[in-house]
């Protein structure tokens, strides 16, 4: 009764909508930091960073107990957001200010990409974006193959002009 109840809640679009909501709230108390912010103001945004820590950690629990391990893990996005979470726990257990930390906090700006799983037309760009991926390397050695002849062409016609006085 309690998992079905559970998987009612999980499935729920009120649920996501609840969490994209929260992903926002969490991003724009990471945006809050600055440089020489005061020590109770960077503690309050690390205590509301643990909560949404914690919350985030709730939503997966209740996800992996609703939908079992297997389906959960069958989703590419719920694996990604299990990645993210795994990285933002040792913010939780670490209370010092190390920059390897600092770097898992960065990570979690992950969590924004949620949203585009709910919204179809960032969705669709997304996958353009993503599907071209393999010509932008290509466009890109191009590029740099056309700027390196103009570089060694450059270099051969004018490597012998001298430059002005005092120059």
């Known amino acids: 009764l309690i998992l079905r109840l559970n998987y009612h809640i999980v499935s729920d679009p009120w649920f996501e909508w609840l969490i994209m909501a929260v ?8 945006s809050l930091e600055y440089e020489d912010q005061s020590d109770g ?3 309050a945004l690390a205590q509301a960073n643990k909560v ?4 985030f950690l709730v939503e997966a629990i209740m996800k992996v107990t609703a939908m079992r391990p297997r389906l959960y893990w069958k989703d590419w996005w719920n694996r990604f957001d299990l990645l993210i979470l795994a990285l933002s726990l040792p913010e939780l257990v670490v209370s010092v200010q190390m ?3 600092s770097v898992l906090r960065a990570l979690r700006i992950g969590r924004l990409f949620k ?3 709910n919204a179809r037309g960032l969705r669709t760009l997304f996958n353009t974006f993503l599907a071209a991926l393999p010509a932008m390397y ?3 050695t191009i590029l740099f193959l056309v700027s390196f ?6 270099i051969n ?3 012998d002009i001298q430059g002005y006085p005092g120059s």
């Open 157 to 159: 016609l004018f490597g």
């Open 41 to 43: 103001y960077g503690y």
């Open 149 to 154: 002849v103009y570089a060694v062409l450059g």
């Open 23 to 30: 992903i926002l709230g969490n991003v724009m108390v990471m």
């Open 52 to 55: 949404f820590t914690c919350l």
């Open 115 to 117: 949203i585009v799983r």
């Open 99 to 101: 920059q390897s930390v």
């Open 138 to 140: 290509n466009v890109g």
